[in-house]
């Protein structure tokens, strides 16, 4: 039957209204549910639920020896709530809702590609649950699926206009925790010593480490201090995102942030997280792209701050291309959308790389 436009946008209404925030195991458990039958209604075979600490992660296999392996999360970053909020609307060409871009479009159009294959032996998919919050408990599987097929097809958003991506920087979040002490901030500020205080300057100390002219970045995201109006804060917290495009540029970040000291002798510091995701290079889609261009010979492939799961199974030297998903904008916004009328296109660029790997 050939692929039509409403059938991929009603499945993926079916996802996008099964809320799935990464901190919560029942949603994710439904939205795990809702894709496995999702796949199993599309392709005639069950998908199996992965089950962990953070909730299920969602597995298929078309059978025989693996040989591509086609990678996305179901987790969102949008709380439950958003939903009706925000409900999944189809006007003219956008189509929105939590979750629509990033990345459930990616799920149902690799879904419909696998079925469309008149054989799809050697394809598998695995849709995790907790990339938003770092992949702790995916990244083992992934890593294994990932090696055992030897080939790895992202199915994240596209970057602008539709590019793939070739390349991603490696990030990581780190918490500067400042330790002081608490005193009445009328009659005796002079006993206390100030944590937020101390926190700011800290912060100013961070944002040296960045190396633009490498394309390290580092930025200060979120911040919390104090009890009270009246007291002088005991405790600072501080969040860094850090994102690096050189693998060489971890090891000069975690010592510059392991270096941090107190400027008020009457504070303490502690450094907490590290860069947990390596970048993903261009040479690991060096033999994926050029068969992209046999299908589409004007689309590009682009590197991005953005992290993924990819960045995990590039780093095992197995070839990765990301950016295979929906065409559209907003992840982790309001705006988010997916554009109705590349929906079927980008399923069948899916396809045709399939297609490819698969007879080779």
């Keep these: 039957m050939a692929l039509d436009t409403d059938t991929l946008l009603a499945d993926l209404r079916a996802l996008v209204e099964v809320e799935s925030p990464s901190s919560d195991p029942a949603a994710l458990a439904r939205s795990a549910a809702a894709v496995a039958d999702l796949i199993e209604r599309r392709t005639g075979r069950a998908a199996e639920l992965v089950e962990g600490p953070s909730g299920p992660h969602v597995r298929w296999a078309g059978g025989g020896a693996p040989r591509v392996l086609l990678l996305g999360h179901h987790d969102t970053v949008f709380p439950l709530g958003t939903l009706e909020r925000r409900p999944f609307t189809v006007d003219g060409d956008r189509v929105t809702g939590p979750g629509v871009f990033d990345m459930k479009a990616g799920i149902v159009q690799a879904v419909h590609a696998v079925a469309a294959l008149a054989d799809p032996t050697g394809v598998e998919m695995l849709w995790s649950c907790d ?14 699926r990932a090696v055992a097929c030897g080939t790895v097809l992202v ?8 590019a793939v991506k070739v390349g991603r920087k490696g990030n990581g979040t780190f918490e500067i925790v400042v330790h002081g002490r608490a005193a009445h901030a009328g009659l005796e500020p002079e006993r206390g010593a100030n944590a937020l205080v101390e926190a700011s300057r800290q912060v100013l100390d961070v944002l040296a480490i960045a ?8 930025t200060p995201t979120i911040a919390a201090a104090g009890t009270a109006d009246n007291v002088v804060p005991a405790e600072a917290r501080v969040r860094v995102d850090v994102r690096v495009l050189d693998v060489a ?12 000291r107190t400027h008020d002798p009457a504070c303490t510091v502690e450094v ?5 995701r390596p970048p993903m290079p261009p040479s690991a889609a060096a033999r994926l792209l050029p068969l ?3 299908i589409d010979p004007g689309l590009p492939g682009v590197t991005v701050g953005g992290a993924s799961d990819g960045n995990f199974t590039a780093a095992l030297g197995v070839p990765t291309l990301d950016g295979l998903g929906a065409v559209g904008g907003g992840a982790h916004a309001d705006h988010e959308h997916v554009l109705v009328s590349t929906l079927v296109p980008r399923t069948d660029l899916i396809t045709g790389l399939l297609t490819r790997l698969l007879s080779r």
């Excluded at 990339?131 to 294994?144: P, Y």
């Excluded at 907490?272 to 947990?276: K, P, Q, V």
Aim: glycine share 12%.
């Design 211 to 218: 190396r633009p002219d490498v394309g390290t970045t580092v």
């Design 155 to 162: 199915c994240e958003p596209s970057a602008d206009g539709g």
């Design 249 to 260: 540029e971890i090891d000069r970040v975690h010592a510059a942030i392991d270096a941090i």
């Design 292 to 294: 992209v261009h046999e």
């Design 272 to 276: 907490l997280g590290r860069i947990g």
């Design 131 to 144: 990339e938003e919050i770092g992949s702790v408990t995916s990244r083992a599987l992934i890593e294994e």
